[in-house]
């Protein structure tokens, strides 16, 4: 390979482009590491797009192109056309110099985003819609050859984890990269406090426990005109086949952490809640609080909660023979005492910087050719958070076995279009919703 690639004319320019960020993804680690392919690599620019264009979908690509050089946002697609417009206003205030997003590569209503997965010279897609459809963009994802990075969580149920791990093995194959937007595995608090307890700071495991307990949620209220299927997915986080209800789309974040502690998923879950506060036509919960039992016998207490007025926490405390750890969620950091209560250790950490480093970390693993694949870790943790709502939703205790192998649950609507009607939302009352 040349280390000055000649300067291609227009039409020799797509295809040249295209050759090279191909070979960066198929080549071997040890040719990566050539310094005359490092320098070529910097020339190549890497061509985003955003399904999804909402908060965390303008979020995340402002993640990505502040935190890399050489790519440029050059595609969008929405449900609402005016979502992109948005989005691109606000990425070409803040980066004027990484957007070429012309009209013609918006793209708008429930299937504008296969546009940019037919596209031959868009590298990289930010999947950042609602949950519910992740798993399906995923897979599509990963056949169509595109490089991922997906939001979490990446399913709301036992049918959309299966997919997940058709698309993490697909990408496996094809060596194209799935990194997920589980930013606190990136976290330098997070990281340095398991780092501490693998190293034995805090003796033996023994349990643990974890709360994502908040004031509320978006409440997104019907609009005339609206068909029941635009409705709920103007409303997403309300129905549990789009948003799998808090401990899915929220407390996920804690659930993974849990999952990243014990070093797997647990065997099963047990648990409870209820409802209070929510509108009349949510499917949501209020309140969920599992015990989740992994190997070894140890037990995570978890528990979420989306209530006004109520006192929030949000943090995890793993329990050792010598001593515990905390790590608060956000920016509060981490410590660890010793049995006496006595401070041993402590770490400050920036969640800013976690968002963007999952960014930086996907486009330097394109580039090196290692691409990063971690879909299965995330569909573990968002499966576990599944595992959790059922044992609650139904009042039975629910195992990993059960959802990995056997739950036939799959709550994606058949023949979904944007003028269906939809079934009565309905939310679940213990001992009678039955575990399918
Ligand atoms: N990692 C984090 O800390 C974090 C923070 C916030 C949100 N999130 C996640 O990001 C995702 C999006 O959340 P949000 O807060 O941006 O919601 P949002 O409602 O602001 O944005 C979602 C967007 O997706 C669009 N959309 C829905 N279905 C689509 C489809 N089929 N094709 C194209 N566009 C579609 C909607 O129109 C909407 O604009 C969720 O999975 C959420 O859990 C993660």
């Not at 050539?34 to 690599?41: F, L």
């Not at 991922?148 to 149920?157: G, I, L, R, S």
């Not at 709920?232 to 974040?253: K, P, R, T």
Request: proline share 5%.
């Amino acid at each position: 390979m040349k280390t000055q690639p000649e300067v291609p004319t227009p039409d020799q320019n797509k295809s040249s482009r295209r050759r090279f960020v191909g070979t960066l993804s198929a080549a071997s680690a040890t040719v990566m590491v050539h310094s005359s392919v490092a320098k070529a690599e910097e020339q190549v620019e890497l061509r985003l797009a955003v399904i999804g264009a909402g908060g965390r979908g303008t979020g995340a690509i402002n993640d990505s192109l502040t935190a890399n050089a050489g790519v440029k946002l050059v595609a969008a697609a929405d449900l609402y056309r005016n979502k992109c417009m948005n989005l691109r206003s606000a990425m070409t205030r803040r980066h004027p110099d990484k957007v070429d997003l012309p009209d013609a590569r918006i793209y708008e209503g429930l299937d504008g985003y296969k546009h940019i997965l037919d596209d031959p010279d868009i590298d990289v897609v930010l999947l950042t819609t609602s949950p519910g459809f992740r798993p399906y963009h995923l897979l599509e994802a990963a056949q169509a050859g595109k490089h991922v990075f997906a939001e979490k969580p990446t399913c709301v149920d036992p049918a959309g984890y299966r997919i997940c791990l058709q698309a993490d093995a697909l990408a496996r194959k094809n060596g194209t990269a799935i990194v997920t937007g589980t930013q606190y595995r990136r976290q330098t608090n997070y990281v340095g406090a398991i780092e501490q307890i693998r190293a034995g700071a805090i003796g033996d495991i023994v349990g643990a426990m974890t709360r994502y307990c908040s004031n509320g949620i978006w409440y997104r209220g019907r609009q005339e005109g609206m068909s029941d299927a635009e409705y709920q997915l103007y409303n997403w986080m309300h129905f549990i086949w789009l948003s799998g209800d808090q401990i899915c789309e929220q407390a996920v974040h804690n659930i993974d952490v849990m999952n990243w502690v014990m070093d797997g998923p647990p065997e099963t879950a047990y648990g409870s809640g209820g409802r209070f506060t929510r509108p009349e036509d949510s499917e949501m919960w209020d309140n969920m609080a599992i015990d989740y039992e992994y190997p070894g016998g140890r037990l995570v207490s978890f528990m979420c909660r989306q209530i006004p007025n109520t006192q929030s926490d949000n943090g995890n405390v793993i329990y050792g023979t010598a001593g515990t750890c905390y790590i608060a969620a956000g920016n509060g950091g981490s410590r660890i005492t010793d049995r006496s209560g006595k401070e041993i250790w402590r770490m400050e950490g920036s969640i800013g910087e976690a968002y963007q480093q999952e960014h930086k970390d996907l486009i330097d693993s394109i580039r090196n050719g290692q691409p990063i694949v971690e879909l299965k870790q995330t569909a573990d943790s968002s499966l576990t958070a599944v595992m959790g709502r059922l044992a609650a939703y139904t009042g039975q205790r629910v195992t990993w076995e059960f959802v990995t192998e056997k739950s036939q649950l799959d709550l994606f609507p058949k023949n979904l279009s944007w003028d269906a009607d939809m079934p009565e939302p309905r939310f679940a009352i213990p001992g009678e919703t039955k575990l399918i």
